[in-house]
């Protein structure tokens, strides 16, 4: 009964290889986003998707691709992994705009 | 930039001590959030302010808002060894459809 899943939890790669990150949300919520968070702490935005529609586009290379086949799924596709982008990608999602985020529990992406 | 800046970036206290963390922000909000993060986790919603509150609380939490200054305090009362953990606030944006802005993070550590 997770309210914000995502999978993988960890995800080794290659650099150049493409890889893909799924985000179930089952609260019922309209907008869900995408942060990273790198090795510092740091949260930055990087997408946010308002009932399947995109309103939020961070300055994110073109690599990243969000996709939201539906209002409780949004996947990020990341094409030509570089190790920069190393980190923990968190997947939430939010009633409102202006209400609390439910957060999964993220993904940890190590590029070699 | 609206990214909010906390501090300290780090604390450590003993048990049963209060902890307190301060926020600052730099652009007018509709509200301002903390979170908690324990390590290799996503991050919890704690408790949400708006912009027109002063003080809320939330069991042993007790969060302040001071609009005119651009800051915000969180107090944890009688601080247990499980309220180890990343607190971060938060900043909704006056403006548009702006997700959430996070802060860098305090690192709280109470010993037992």
């Known amino acids: 009964d997770t309210a914000v899943s995502q999978t993988p939890k960890y995800l080794v790669t290659q650099m150049g290889n493409d890889k893909s990150i799924k985000c179930e949300q089952n609260l019922g919520h309209d907008t869900m986003y995408w942060y990273k968070q790198d090795s510092k702490k740091f949260l930055k935005i990087m997408f946010s998707?308002?009932?399947?529609?995109?309103?939020i586009n961070e300055t994110v290379p073109n690599r990243f691709s969000p996709k939201s086949p539906d209002k409780a799924h949004l996947n990020l596709h990341i094409n030509s992994l570089e190790l920069g982008d190393s980190a923990v990608y968190f997947c939430?999602?939010?009633?409102?705009?202006?209400?609390?985020?439910?957060f999964g529990s993220g993904t940890r992406l190590t590029v070699v | 930039s609206q990214q909010g800046e906390e501090d300290p970036q780090a604390l450590s206290i003993q048990e049963g001590e209060n902890a307190t963390m301060n926020c600052s922000y730099k652009t007018s909000i509709n509200n301002l959030q903390w979170y908690r993060q324990n390590s290799g986790r996503g991050l919890v919603h704690l408790i949400l302010?708006?912009?027109?509150?002063r003080e809320k609380h939330s069991g042993r939490l007790r969060v302040t808002l001071d609009t005119s200054k651009k800051s915000s305090s969180l107090l944890i009362t009688a601080s247990r060894a499980a309220d180890t953990a990343s607190y971060f606030c938060?900043?909704?944006?006056?403006?548009?459809?702006?997700?959430?802005?996070f802060g860098k993070g305090t690192r709280l550590s109470v010993i037992a």
């Open positions: 998707y308002n009932n399947k529609e995109l309103i």
């Open positions: 939430a999602s939010s009633q409102r705009q202006d209400s609390g985020y439910t």
């Open positions: 302010i708006r912009s027109n509150e």
């Open positions: 938060a900043t909704d944006a006056r403006s548009g459809n702006t997700p959430l802005v």
